[in-house]
């Protein structure tokens, strides 16, 4: 069987695809209050183009998708492309990464659907505050989610963009939610990813900064296994049902053994986070790409899958990273 194995030997199993570029939030560091420039709709991949992509990479390998955004429950129907991926059976693992506002009269379909985890993203446990993020007032509706989906059968994980001086005070809080509920927290650094044609970010708040910070006001904690491919590094307080984890996105110390590919919503083929997109599948799909042609180019624009995040940002054609999260699809 073909599959996808990059240049550096890596095996591409992991596709996030995203299915919208429209969002209900307007999270600060990830667009303008004005939101993003979005697309025409004719312009967003049809859910038979993304079931289509999905089933020629699962034939090649890829056995885990996760769908996201923009957010991916604003898109029309999102739930008809969940049911339909979960008929694809090379799909070992169906994941959404999601804000949850509109989630929970949607979690007994997910459940029927054999979504495996939900990433809720959430930056704040104050109301006010994450009005402040967001600009928008969801809290309620986004903890409605969270109390909803621990008591599901699907698996949770937490995501929680470290903001210098904003949310760093509820590191702790956050890692308390760990102690009673099986829930992963994973904290991610801010990335230049802002929508607004600049780079914002303080990197004072990174991996190391956090885990100094964890250290000192909560030292009964151990590394637990990191999956192979893991995107977070993963520890435990003694004693607690859950877990939490850091996200090197900017440092990028989790490159090494990537085995991620990204499709944008508008159908851009990425090797990386970083890179500023490589091929244009829906051009391809509509002048008529065949499944095989298809399966070739997948193969070979692999091989062209760089080193690392610096590398694929180093390569831009187009300047440093400035799209918003998503356009990219986070
Ligand atoms: N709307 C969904 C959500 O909120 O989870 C999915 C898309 S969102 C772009 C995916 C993830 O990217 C979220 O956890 C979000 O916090 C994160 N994100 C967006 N911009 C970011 C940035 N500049 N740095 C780090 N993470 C970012």
Not at 90 to 109: P, Q, R
Not at 167 to 183: A, G, Q
Request: aromatic share 10%.
């Amino acid at each position: 069987m073909n599959t996808l194995l990059d240049s550096y030997g890596r095996q591409i199993t992991y596709l996030r695809l995203a299915v919208t570029d429209r969002c209900n939030l307007r999270c600060q560091y990830c667009m303008p209050a004005h939101g993003i420039d979005i697309v025409d709709r004719k312009e967003l991949l049809t859910f038979k183009e993304m079931y289509r992509i999905t089933r020629v990479l699962s034939e090649l390998g890829v056995n885990k998708v996760r769908l996201t955004g923009g957010e991916p429950f604003v898109r029309k129907d999102f739930i008809n492309l969940v049911e339909s991926l979960s008929f694809n059976d090379h799909l070992e693992e169906i994941n959404i990464t999601t804000n949850g506002a509109l989630v929970t009269n949607h979690i007994a379909d997910l459940e029927k659907y054999k979504v495996k985890s939900i990433n809720l993203s959430i930056d704040s446990l104050k109301p006010d505050k994450f009005l402040q993020i967001t600009r928008r007032d969801q809290f309620s509706r986004v903890w409605e989610a969270y109390e909803a989906l621990l008591k599901s059968s699907l698996k949770l994980k937490l995501n929680v963009v470290v903001q210098a001086g904003f949310n760093t005070d509820e590191i702790i809080d956050f890692i308390e939610l760990t102690r009673d509920n099986d829930v992963s927290v994973r904290f991610i650094e801010e990335m230049p990813f802002n929508g607004k044609g600049q780079r914002s970010v303080e990197e004072n708040w990174n991996f190391n900064r956090i885990i100094q910070k964890i250290t000192e006001e909560m030292p009964g904690f151990e590394p637990v296994p990191t999956p192979m491919s893991s995107t977070s590094k993963n520890f435990k307080v003694n004693g607690y049902r859950g877990t939490f984890g850091i996200i090197p996105a900017f440092t990028r110390t989790i490159c090494h053994d990537c085995n991620r590919i990204r499709i944008t919503a508008t159908g851009m083929y990425k090797n990386c986070l970083f890179d500023d997109g490589v091929f244009d599948l829906r051009q391809y799909i509509r002048k008529g790409a065949s499944d095989q042609d298809l399966k070739q180019l997948f193969i070979d624009t692999v091989q062209k899958k760089p080193k690392d995040g610096f590398e694929a940002e180093a390569n831009r054609k187009t300047g440093g990273v400035s799209e918003s999260m998503s356009t990219i699809g986070g």
